[in-house]
């Protein structure tokens, strides 16, 4: 089964409003990652938090992170249309697997 | 600088048949991992390469294998391809010294098993 879940499958949302999305993981993590794919390409990152950090911060990206829940958020505010695209939490159990969950694609409708 | 290539980028096989992805990884990475993406889900991991040798592997047969060269290139072969290995093949690379392995992926080889 799969080491992330993220919740909720799909999201659509007018531009300039914010979309949040939430991943829950099974066992201990070293670090938490957030990647975006668009269409079928190849993943990007976007935003890695370790497990010893609770929220951090990258342009209009915010994520949390909470160990005790096995549970982490990414907020993207003032949503684009480029911002439409799938969303994937990832976790590294060591540094030589990492793992996806399913994904949240998001709509932002112009 | 090169990002991550992935070759080809379609391929149409049929049931049965053996076929070889190839995939070089970006400039001073030395690291690879396969994936495996089918359609609405999200990548499930095949293996990865280090110093030329397998360090960790997902739950998937052994009809997938691969191998890492000596320039950290990688190749994926799968044997005996089923209906369901259709899906799209993603390759990442990343540098072992940082500790941290954030993945740089390509575009990816979309293989339809037919």
């Known amino acids: 089964s799969q080491q992330g879940e993220e919740d909720p499958q799909a999201l659509s949302i007018q531009e300039g409003e914010n979309a949040t999305m939430n991943c829950s993981y099974k066992?201990?993590?070293?670090?938490l990652q957030w990647y975006r794919q668009n269409s079928g390409r190849g993943l990007v990152h976007l935003i890695l938090?370790?497990?010893?950090?609770r929220e951090k911060h990258s342009g209009r990206l915010r994520v949390t992170l909470d160990t005790s829940k096995k549970s982490s958020s990414l907020l993207i505010t003032a949503s684009r249309a480029a911002d439409t695209a799938s969303y994937f939490c990832?976790?590294?159990?060591?540094?030589?697997?990492?793992?996806f969950g399913p994904g949240t694609s998001l709509s932002v409708i112009p | 600088d090169a990002g991550v290539t992935q070759s080809p980028t379609h391929l149409i096989k049929t049931r049965g048949q053996q076929v070889t992805l190839r995939c070089s990884p970006k400039?001073?990475?030395?690291?690879v991992s396969w994936y495996q993406q089918a359609l609405g889900q999200g990548p499930q991991f095949i293996f990865q390469?280090?110093?030329?040798?397998?360090?960790q592997r997902g739950n998937f047969p052994d009809r997938f294998s691969g191998h890492q060269f000596p320039n950290y290139s990688s190749e994926l072969n799968v044997n005996a391809l089923l209906l369901g290995d259709s899906a799209l093949y993603l390759c990442?690379?990343?540098?072992?010294?940082?500790?941290?392995?954030?993945?740089?992926f390509g575009a990816g080889t979309r293989l339809s098993v037919l």
């Open positions: 990442a690379s990343s540098f072992s010294a940082t500790g941290i392995n954030i993945q740089y």
């Open positions: 066992t201990s993590i070293n670090n």
């Open positions: 938090i370790r497990s010893n950090e």
């Open positions: 990832a976790t590294d159990l060591s540094y030589d697997k990492v793992i």
């Open positions: 400039s001073g990475h030395d690291t």
């Open positions: 390469y280090y110093e030329e040798e397998e360090r």
